[in-house]
């Protein structure tokens, strides 16, 4: 037990808290026996009446029956990658079955890999259980004795004296913020098994809340970075559920709660609100307040703020949290504005949005990494058991009917690190130049990665899209929960008994003795547009049917029910019949890809010459690994980071510099440096040197070199005593014709180092430019208004699902883990392509027709066969021949703008293709450029 911590002073309470949207301050109160509280401390919440109110109540685990294909799903996964992996050595598995948390070796700097798979495997295995299919799992897996296993392990081996669970291998305060996340999956994982097993709720609940005042004391002393820091909700949700489920039930029993209830209420609401303190603030984050502010498009550089999956747990969970943390109405709408920011800015068409590794904006061929997919929905359906909106629903279900499915194979054995709506060819690639890539590593003076443009995908783009067992294993831990909390969310209570809601139309069983009632949907839904609601209740109840947005024309009991609602509908004592159907028709969403790129404002003539802009990273664009990011070296400087020794990068300065036919006369540029890699003793490594060039703004062809640095290599950035002194570059003498515009680039070679070029924030590089009075002949050309038109392009939907061009596949495995014993000859390395054409545009004149055939072999046995569909669509399209490969590579390249102008020539001749749903396809085309024959 843990009854040393009834002896335990609450000092930690001495916590500084905030409220509502961080603006004002608020009395912290502390009422029990010990605690000691400063005058000037304050804190917002202490009491559950304090707290804002949830919507819905979740089923136990244990009440939850999946059917139909679904159940089938839970099954196809409990056999496959997710199953194995306690009982298997091939990479990933390890991470699991070999993990410090059970006994095992295996360290890795983090201790996180066993709860991210326990999170899914523990509700997996217990929907199984509760459909009693236990029976259809492997017995040669035997999952549910390995979960078993696993957590009476871990409670077993709960600290005595401090309360933590699991190995403590990251505090106090490590600079990664593992210490104070990496459990908290394991709390949620406890919690879950303690709903489907009654005779250890009170042992797991002890050892929570032992754990969650531990956690609560580390956050008086330890800083909140990184992980931590921006995942900062998942420890609030914790807290909120044992305030809500267990501080009822065991409130008044000194041997699970030593504080008593309301102590127990007091330690863990004010803990949360310190951690919300001390975390991102994701609220000026999203609003572009502050020094952090989230990005307009595609990131250059790694960081834990653009970081997609932090963005999936952190900012995704953080309204729901925050409005009950401090009952705050205005805090609810905050949901609908970190959505829409995330559609504008970096939406994709079946992924939400777009993240491999951090935000890439919205192309179609960059790609979203799983754990984002699967956190992203974990977050959006305990938004909506928190919030209420059905519209929380549809985005829950677009990512679990596309992008769910459409990062494994179908016999879920293998999986994507990143997936993109538009991409031919699942494997390693690179384009025939050197190209920048987001990685998890990091190193001397630049950290690895960054993004060149928002055409130019990354690292993961072009290395982790193959299906597979050896990628990072985040992913193959994490993505088990992807269907498992889907399935759990399909049915829902009311708070006060009154009656139950249905989230999805999915075919599930739900027996809720909260209000008296068994509920089961029958239906094949998304792969039918109807399902039969049987409900045997004993009293009379009443359920709300969530109608998805999309479903404009459908019907409950025959009645017109209005899309994007709940529909209400009374049930007597006994049995009831609802109906609904969906009545869906195929729909086309145009928008798709990127909003296009507008040129940066222009630096104009003037007589007394004029000042290029180089303040912000917006004012530079980055190739061959450049970045631009903080200085870590000196307060209030930013630094150019040069990409890795060999690499050769271009920082292009963005204002175009136009002098209506002036003659450029003179520049001058201003910086600091500090060069990486620096040689050990006795070891000679070439330093880098830098070219500022002039290149025509058009055509992007060079047309002088302006200045040319020595080997810049005096100043180390291993061993740093500081930064160069100022080197102030004046070129004068120039006579460069200006009617053309032109920019101004820094051409680094880096040789065997590389560079940190650092300026103040407030000067930037001082590049100014000055004109003579003489004008040449040439006739002005003015700047246009787009360096990329709006792609606008076209993506093809019926009801949740998105419809894909899927090309023949051809799969050859590249990598076997034989000698992993016992070997799984599943568990592969994959590569996919294709030989067939696929670069076409839709003709949107031409209505698609929905065929509702279903392939001869298609079966609910595997939904997502990648051979067997069951409808399918058809349009008319032409070829686009110009549409190919990004940079010599096999990455799809961006659609061209649409609409397409085929009276030109630029398409071939008309043909009709066959859409599938995008989950049914390992290699795709979602995202379409369009035409239309008037």
């Not at 609940?205 to 992980?227: F, G, I, N």
């Not at 193959?466 to 294993?473: C, I, Q």
Request: hydrophobic fraction near 40%; charge should be negative; aromatic fraction near 10%.
């Amino acid at each position: 037990g843990h009854h040393s911590f009834a002896d335990m002073t609450l000092s930690w309470w001495l916590l500084i808290a905030s409220s509502g949207l961080r603006s004002e301050p608020v009395d912290l109160v502390c009422r029990s026996p010990g605690c000691e509280v400063l005058p000037t401390m304050r804190a917002t919440r202490t009491s559950t009446t304090d707290l804002g109110q949830r919507a819905f109540r979740l089923p136990p685990l244990g009440t939850v029956q999946p059917q139909g294909w679904l159940l089938n799903q839970l099954i196809l996964q409990a056999n496959g990658l997710a199953g194995y992996m306690p009982i298997s050595t091939f990479p990933g598995a390890i991470t699991v079955n070999q993990s410090i948390w059970v006994g095992g070796a295996s360290k890795s700097g983090t201790d996180q890999w066993l709860p991210y798979w326990t999170n899914g495997a523990v509700p997996m295995i217990e929907l199984i259980r509760a459909a009693k299919a236990d029976d259809k799992i492997d017995p040669e897996a035997a999952l549910g004795t390995s979960v078993d296993h696993y957590v009476q392990y871990i409670l077993a081996h709960t600290n005595k004296s401090s309360g933590w669970i699991g190995p403590f291998l990251n505090e106090p305060g490590d600079e990664n913020g593992h210490g104070l996340w990496d459990p908290l999956n394991m709390l949620r994982t406890l919690l879950n098994y303690a709903q489907a097993h009654p005779e250890v709720e009170k042992r797991i609940a002890t050892a929570c809340v032992a754990h969650m005042s531990k956690e609560a004391q580390l956050l008086r002393s330890d800083p909140v970075y990184k992980w931590a820091q921006t995942r900062w909700p998942t420890y609030v949700e914790i807290a909120l559920y044992i305030i809500d489920e267990l501080v009822p039930k065991y409130g008044s029993d000194v041997a699970v709660m030593p504080l008593g209830s309301l102590a127990t209420v007091e330690m863990l609401l004010n803990s949360s609100l310190l951690f919300e303190k001390k975390g991102m603030n994701w609220h000026d984050y999203y609003h572009r307040h502050g020094n952090v502010k989230f990005p307009l498009g595609s990131v250059v550089g790694w960081n834990t703020n653009d970081h997609g999956v932090n963005n999936a747990e952190g900012a995704l969970r953080y309204p729901s949290v925050s409005y009950r943390l401090h009952n705050n109405s205005t805090i609810r709408g905050e949901m609908d504005y970190v959505l829409g920011m995330l559609d504008k800015y970096q939406g994709q068409a079946q992924s939400l949005f777009c993240a491999d590794e951090v935000f890439c904006g919205r192309e179609p061929n960059r790609g979203t990494e799983t754990c984002a997919v699967v956190e992203a929905m974990a977050s959006l359906e305990y938004a909506f058991e928190t919030l209420g909106d059905p519209a929380l629903m549809d985005r829950v279900e677009r990512l679990a009917f596309n992008a769910m499915p459409g990062a494994l194979t179908a016999d879920m054995w293998t999986h994507v690190y990143v997936q993109q709506a538009n991409s031919v060819f699942a494997g390693n690639t690179k384009p025939g130049r050197s190209a920048a890539s987001h990685t998890h590593g990091g190193g001397c003076a630049c950290r690895s990665g960054a993004s060149v443009s928002p055409t130019t995908p990354s690292g993961e783009d072009m290395g982790a899209n193959f299906f597979g067992v050896s990628h990072f294993p985040c992913c193959i831990t994490n993505f088990a929960q992807g269907w498992p909390k889907f399935a759990m969310h399909a049915i829902l209570s009311e708070l006060d008994g009154s009656g139950f809601v249905i989230a999805s139309l999915v075919p599930t069983k739900a027996t809720l003795s909260d209000i008296g009632a068994t509920v089961t949907t029958s239906s094949h839904y998304p792969f039918g547009t109807s399902a039969t609601i049987t409900v045997v209740a004993k009293k009379a109840i009443t359920a709300r049917i969530r109608i998805p947005g999309w479903a404009f024309n459908a019907t409950v009991n025959g009645e017109r029910a209005a899309n994007g609602t709940f529909t209400r509908v009374p049930c007597s004592v006994g049995q009831s019949t609802i109906v609904v159907e969906l009545n869906t028709n195929v729909r086309i969403e145009r928008g798709w890809g990127s909003d296009g790129v507008q040129a940066a404002p222009a630096v104009n003539y003037s007589a007394k010459s004029a000042v290029v802009p180089t303040l912000a990273s917006s004012d530079f664009t980055f190739a061959g690994g450049a970045t631009f990011e903080p200085s870590n070296k000196q307060a209030h400087s930013f630094g150019i980071r040069s990409g890795n020794p060999h690499q050769n990068s271009t920082v292009t300065l963005v204002h175009a510099v136009a002098g209506g036919g002036h003659y450029i006369s003179a520049v001058t540029l201003q910086f600091q440096y500090a060069a990486g890699y620096t040689p050990r003793s006795g070891k000679v490594a070439m330093g880098s040197t830098m070219a500022l060039v002039a290149s025509d703004f058009m055509s992007g062809s060079k047309i002088a070199t302006l200045y040319q640095s020595p080997v810049l290599d005096k100043y180390s950035f291993d061993d740093f005593k500081g930064y160069s002194p100022d080197i102030k570059v004046n070129v004068t003498g120039l006579r460069i014709d200006n009617a053309r515009p032109i920019v101004l680039e820094l051409h680094i070679v880096n040789n065997d180092r590389n560079l940190e070029l650092a300026f103040n924030v407030t000067k930037g590089l001082s590049v100014r430019v000055t004109w003579s009075s003489e004008k040449s002949r040439s006739p002005v050309v003015p700047i246009p208004h787009w360096l990329a038109n709006p792609e606008n392009a076209a993506v093809v939907l019926y009801g949740p699902l998105v419809f894909s061009l899927h090309p023949e596949e051809i799969a050859t495995i590249t990598e076997t883990y034989n000698n992993d014993l016992p070997n799984r000859p599943r568990a592969v390395d994959y590569e996919i392509k294709t030989n067939e054409t696929w670069a076409f545009a839709l003709d949107l004149s031409a209505p698609p027709t929905f065929n509702t055939t279903s392939s001869a072999a298609w079966s609910t046995q595997i939904p997502f066969s990648t051979s067997e569909f069951p409808f399918s669509i058809s349009v008319a399209a032409r070829q686009i021949p110009s549409w190919g490969y990004w940079e010599g590579s096999k990455i799809t390249d961006t659609p061209p703008a649409s609409p397409v102008d085929c009276t030109t020539g630029a398409c071939g001749q008309s043909t009709i293709l066959r859409l599938v749903p995008f989950g049914g396809t390992n290699i795709r085309i979602s995202v379409f450029p369009w035409f239309e024959q008037s």
